[in-house]
């Protein structure tokens, strides 16, 4: 009977610990001035939905370069209130712009993803601490 207690313990270890190691959190942690800050995100935030990542912060505007794609999300978007779904960006830039400002409504920029810089236009000093966990860097070098 003690084998088998011992045989269950070990066996429960070596189930538990590659979701244990694949849990780990970061907080990365940005010290903002008044006017325009460059940041490279390292993480990926827990929640990536911009306005909770970016609520309470004292911004005027955040801004990042596209990737190749110029359309983020699942294919077919019907619906501009659909968080996952950003319409066709030629400019090649996506923008945030705060919920309570009246011009929110052309914020294209909804999803937040570390490996890449975001331009954050700040209206004062601000902290602003980025939990969740390591990200895939999506930088691509061209010549």
């Known amino acids: 009977m003690w084998r088998l207690a011992s045989y269950s313990r070990v066996l429960l270890l070596v189930v538990a610990l590659p979701?244990?190691?694949s849990a780990q959190w970061l907080e990365q942690s940005f010290q903002l001035q008044?006017?325009?800050?460059?940041?490279y995100l390292e993480v990926d935030p827990a929640t990536a939905d911009a306005d909770v990542v970016?609520?309470?912060?004292p911004l005027d505007a955040v801004w990042t370069r596209a990737p190749g794609r110029l359309v983020q999300g699942p294919p077919n978007c019907t619906s501009p209130d659909d968080p996952t779904c950003i319409p066709e960006n030629a400019s090649g830039w996506w923008a945030w712009i705060p919920?309570?400002?009246?011009?929110?409504v052309v914020t294209t920029l909804r999803l937040?993803?570390?490996?890449?810089?975001?331009?954050?236009?700040?209206r004062s000093v601000a902290t602003w601490?980025?939990?969740g966990s390591p990200a895939e860097s999506v930088t691509q070098w061209r010549r």
């Open 99 to 104: 919920p309570d400002d009246p011009h929110h």
């Open 34 to 39: 008044a006017g325009w800050n460059s940041v």
């Open 129 to 131: 601490n980025v939990v």
């Open 54 to 57: 970016f609520a309470g912060l």
């Open 19 to 21: 979701s244990a190691a």
């Open 112 to 122: 937040i993803r570390g490996g890449r810089v975001y331009l954050l236009k700040a």
